[in-house]
């Protein structure tokens, strides 16, 4: 069932606080999902930079997953140094990083405090000096392999692959398994703490988008 009809109070209580804080934007439901779509202003230390036309996909598990946000203003192009899939969909943060950014669950306004807000400072960036105003990391894999990497505290991303193709897959691994770090000795000889601490930070969604890069 659509979070919208199991849950109506959060509905009403999300549709509510979106309409009073961006009044010109459509609230929609489309084969099941709601759908957000207009104009969402860029505003930096009080100044506005400018508007961008974005729509805004709501999981059906909302608010256990976030919104996806697509660009649609014309004349943006779809490229990843924007942060934007070629399907028009913005990267705004890795998959396993949803637990750390909305610890208690995620709510609109919240979201696009912490992810939609910074990237459209960004788009504003890129328009009118033509680059990233933010550090970032590598695109695809590769970026997914440096968040890992930060995760488990290792700098050699061969070594973050391997433990990557492990933690992701659907049975825990055995504590009698060699330990991913190359060292030749048993997980639970080796990084069996680690292991279980990195595995438990994955949300389930994450895990499953993971094995399509790492399988």
């Not at 590769?142 to 061969?158: H, P, Q, S, T, W």
């Not at 994955?202 to 988008?209: C, I, N, V």
């Amino acid at each position: 069932m659509c979070w919208q009809k199991h849950k109506p109070d959060l509905f009403a209580e999300e549709t509510s606080a979106i309409r009073r804080r961006f009044s010109d934007v459509a609230i929609n439901e489309l084969a099941g999902r709601i759908v957000l779509e207009g104009s969402f202003s860029v505003i930096r230390d009080g100044t506005l930079l400018r508007c961008y036309r974005l729509r805004v996909e709501f999981p059906t598990i909302y608010p256990d997953w976030i919104p996806d946000v697509f660009m649609l203003e014309p004349g943006v192009k779809y490229v990843a140094e924007r942060h934007i899939e070629a399907n028009g969909r913005g990267c705004l943060c890795l998959p396993h990083e949803f637990l750390r950014y909305f610890p208690n669950g995620v709510r609109f306004n919240l979201y696009f405090d912490r992810l939609v807000a910074p990237w459209l400072v960004g788009q504003a960036f890129y328009d009118e000096h033509g680059r990233w105003p933010f550090q970032c990391r590598d695109h695809g894999k590769n970026g997914v392999l440096e968040g890992l990497a930060e995760m488990l505290d290792i700098a050699d991303l061969r070594v973050v692959e391997r433990f990557a193709r492990v933690l992701v897959r659907k049975k825990a691994a055995r504590d009698s398994e060699l330990c991913p770090c190359g060292s030749g000795r048993k997980l639970r000889d080796c990084h069996f703490e680690l292991y279980h601490k990195c595995r438990s930070m994955l949300p389930g969604r994450a895990m499953r988008l993971y094995r399509k890069k790492f399988f």
